[in-house]
């Protein structure tokens, strides 16, 4: 039974995938979920969704029932994944990480359908988040999901201090500009819309102050918001790229372990190939990093006593 669990995990996991009938199954969940997001989109046009009602049925059919098969084998298979094998609940752990809750969001609006009295245009945006599912097969999408869980402070920091200059923004309009315009500016909660507009430096202009003090203080409000606006762009910025150095890193690593022997044989390039891929690299990027520690190597060996092997540095 543990083989058999290994054999399934292996065929359904992205990040091991080294043969063509686990490939071919990526590719045909990948057709399945954007051919059952198409449809979702094309249902909202009134004429399409009458003309096709029963072919976008046919399609909801066969997909959630797809998918349910596939969440149910992956919840089955999943002690075999060395992730969850370690805990004395493997399924439950599973069950309760990202991408297992994402398998269950994208099944759920159809059986939600039968037990509770919805709104189908709910039901039917909802079912838009199997796009999420993607994310399984994306090394952009995981790595920016990566990145989002290791600066998840500096986010909550960053969406802190704009939480408070909102409360004050609104405040400071509120002060200036409620008796000149009580119908936009009556309430801090009401000149709140103000405030998120103008510190997210999108300033749509439906609301605008009219004192010199409120345009005064807007003025400043909206210098402020530029920088507001680009510090989570920052953090974004600086931790995708401290991510890619630690992978790169990393890739330098195994082939320096493989290279210990002073030559890279066929299981070795299978195995670092499911390390490029683990890790979301290129090609180009791994034969970049594969030249680099080979001619690090070469100048390692070159620096030693061909006599006694003393290092000559």
């Known amino acids: 039974m543990g083989q058999l669990q290994k054999i399934v995990h292996e065929k359904l996991d992205p990040s091991s995938r080294s043969d063509l009938l686990g490939r071919l199954l990526d590719l045909f969940l990948i057709t399945l979920i954007a051919i059952n997001v198409a449809a979702v989109i094309l249902e909202t046009v009134e004429s399409i ?22 969440y149910a ?15 004395k609940y493997p399924r439950i752990a599973y069950m309760t990480s990202p991408l297992a809750l994402i398998d269950l969001i994208a099944i759920l609006p159809f059986y939600l359908g039968f037990v509770v009295d919805m709104d189908l245009r709910f039901l039917r945006i909802l079912r838009l988040l199997r796009i999420l599912k993607l994310t399984r097969y994306s090394s952009a999408m995981s790595m920016l999901l990566d990145v989002f869980r290791e600066e998840a402070n ?5 969406f802190f201090i704009l939480i408070v200059l909102l409360v004050l ?4 309009a509120y002060l200036a500009e409620h008796e000149v315009q009580p119908d936009k500016f009556g309430s801090i909660p009401a000149a709140m819309w103000w405030a998120m507009a103008t510190l997210t430096t999108v300033g749509y202009g439906d609301v605008t102050p009219a004192t010199p003090a409120g345009q005064i203080f807007g003025s400043l409000v909206g210098v402020v918001g530029i920088g507001i606006a680009a510090l989570p762009a920052g953090i974004l910025a600086s931790g995708m790229a401290d991510l890619l150095r630690r ?11 493989a290279l210990e022997d002073g030559v890279i044989d066929a299981d070795e390039e299978r195995e670092l190939e499911i ?3 683990d890790l979301g690299l290129s090609r180009r990027i791994a034969e970049e990093i594969r030249a680099d520690v080979q001619r690090a190597e070469g100048t390692k060996t070159a620096r030693q006593c061909p006599h006694c092997g003393e290092n000559l540095n």
Request: glycine content about 4%; some cysteine; charged content about 25%.
């Open 247 to 257: 992978r790169r890193a990393e890739m330098a690593k195994e082939l320096r372990v």
């Open 154 to 158: 500096a986010f909550f920091a960053g």
């Open 169 to 172: 923004a609104a405040s400071g």
């Open 49 to 70: 969704e009458i003309r096709f009602r029963l072919v976008f049925w046919v399609i909801e059919i066969i997909s959630v029932a797809v998918f349910t098969v596939e």
């Open 275 to 277: 390390v490029r891929r």
């Open 73 to 87: 084998v992956r919840v089955w298979a999943c002690p075999a994944n060395p992730e969850f094998s370690d805990g």
